[in-house]
């Protein structure tokens, strides 16, 4: 009787993990609309928190990408950027490849390969920005 109840205990203990997994795989979806931009592009915002504005940019093998942000300042604030392959925010991480310049308030790369890249913009504690973007 006790081994029933230990593997009975065992498989509801297994169920819990694999809702418990299911919710936090679901907590991480990038929900947010991509804004599509187009080359030459000015970009528009108010952001801060933990939230993220998101942009999507198409650019050809070759291409060079350049972008920079500025914003309205007040106290300590700060807004900045990240160019990123991956269509979700929480899971990408910044492009290999291109230079930041300015105190991180520009980027310019060479693409590598032909696709979608994305932009998300992020400020603490909140920022008016303004975000530009160049593919040519």
């Known amino acids: 009787m006790q081994n029933k109840l230990k593997k009975n205990f065992m ?63 007040k106290d300590n604030n700060r807004a900045e950027f990240t160019v990123s392959e991956s269509p979700n925010f929480f899971g990408s991480a910044p492009v290999t490849f291109g230079k930041a310049s300015d105190h991180d308030k520009g980027w310019r790369g060479k693409i590598p390969k032909t696709g979608n890249y994305y932009l998300y913009v992020v400020a603490h504690p909140t920022a008016h920005y303004t975000l530009w973007v160049t593919v040519k």
Do not use: C
């Open 11 to 73: 498989l509801l203990m297994a169920a819990v993990m694999l809702l418990l997994a299911a919710n936090l795989t679901q907590a991480q979806a990038d929900n947010t609309a991509k804004k599509r931009l187009y080359s030459p592009a000015t970009a528009k915002g108010f952001i801060g928190g933990e939230s993220h504005d998101s942009y999507q940019i198409h650019a050809r093998k070759g291409q060079t990408m350049t972008v920079r942000i500025s914003w309205r300042r």
